[in-house]
C-alpha cells in the first residue's frame, strides 16, 4: 500500500523558520517525482515545489520561490520542504504529494498527483 | 501565465441528479494533462479522473470527464450521497509547472 506521511509541522512566530519531512512507503520511491502542495483554512489547493527523480529539476510557485526549498533523500525514501521567512499566509496544511506520469515515448503524458499524505499543518502566529 | 477558473463556485443538486462541473482554461492547454480531484470535507484530495477522461483507479463509472482545448467538464451520471465535495481541476503547465483551479462546491439540495 502507498503511503505518504508528512511531520515537522506545527506554531511557528512570523520570520522564522520549518522542516516537514514526508515519509514514503508501498512503492519505488526514488522511481517517482514529487511536490508539495498547501492549502489554508477553507481555502483551495496550492502547487508549492516539485523535485525530479534524482533531483535533477525542482520547480517551485511563485508564491515560496527564495524562501522554501524541496529536496529529497532516496535512501530514506523521503522528501523535505524547508520553509523560511515565514509569514502569516503560508498558515495551511501542507501535503506531500506523488507525481506520477506516463514517460514511456520519453516525454511525459497523463501527469497527475495519485497519492497524497494526511498531512502536517504549519500555523505562522505570534 | 495559464489560469483555470471553474464553474459554477457552489452547485446544489439532489441525490440521483446529473452534475455538470466546468473547468475553462485561459489559454488552450494540452487535455492528457488535465486532472479532477474530490475533496471530501475533513479529507484528503483523491485522484478522479487524469488525462481529461481517464478514470482512476477504483473511480466509480458514474464520474467522467471530457473537453479539450479550453473547456473541460467534469460529469457525475448520477449523485450518491457521498459524491457531495468539493471538485478541482488542475493543469500541468510549462512554469511554474502546475496550477489548480479554486474548486467547485457540490452540496446537497
Known amino acids: 500500500e502507498v503511503q505518504l506521511v508528512e511531520s515537522g509541522g506545527g506554531l511557528v512566530q512570523p520570520g522564522g523558520s520549518l522542516r516537514l519531512s514526508c515519509a514514503a512507503s508501498?512503492?519505488?520511491?526514488?522511481?517517482?517525482?514529487m511536490n508539495w502542495v498547501r492549502q489554508a483554512p477553507g481555502k483551495g489547493l496550492e502547487w508549492l515545489a516539485y523535485v525530479g527523480v534524482g533531483s535533477s529539476v525542482l520547480y517551485y510557485a511563485d508564491s515560496v520561490k527564495g524562501r522554501f526549498t524541496i529536496s529529497r533523500d532516496d535512501a530514506k525514501n523521503s522528501v523535505y520542504l524547508q520553509m523560511n521567512s515565514l509569514t502569516a499566509e503560508d498558515t495551511a496544511m501542507y501535503y506531500c504529494v506523488r507525481d506520477n506520469a506516463d514517460c514511456s515515448t520519453g516525454t511525459c503524458y497523463l501527469i497527475r498527483f495519485d497519492a497524497w499524505g494526511q498531512g502536517t499543518p504549519v500555523t505562522v502566529s505570534s | 501565465e495559464i489560469v483555470l477558473t471553474q464553474s459554477p463556485g457552489t452547485l446544489s443538486l439532489s441525490p440521483g441528479e446529473r452534475a455538470t462541473l466546468s473547468c475553462r482554461a485561459s489559454?488552450?492547454?494540452?487535455?492528457?494533462?488535465l486532472v479532477w480531484y474530490q475533496q471530501k470535507i475533513g479529507q484528503t484530495p483523491r485522484l478522479l479522473i487524469y488525462g481529461a477522461s481517464n478514470r482512476a483507479t477504483g473511480i466509480p463509472d458514474r464520474f467522467s470527464g471530457s473537453g479539450s482545448g479550453t473547456d473541460f467538464t467534469l460529469t457525475i451520471s448520477r449523485l450518491e450521497p457521498e459524491d457531495f465535495a468539493v471538485y478541482y481541476c488542475?493543469?500541468?503547465?510549462?512554469?511554474?509547472?502546475?496550477?489548480f483551479g479554486q474548486g467547485t462546491r457540490l452540496e446537497i439540495k
Open positions: 489559454q488552450s492547454v494540452s487535455s492528457s494533462y
Open positions: 508501498g512503492f519505488s520511491f526514488s522511481s517517482y517525482a
Open positions: 488542475q493543469q500541468y503547465v510549462t512554469s511554474p509547472r502546475y496550477t
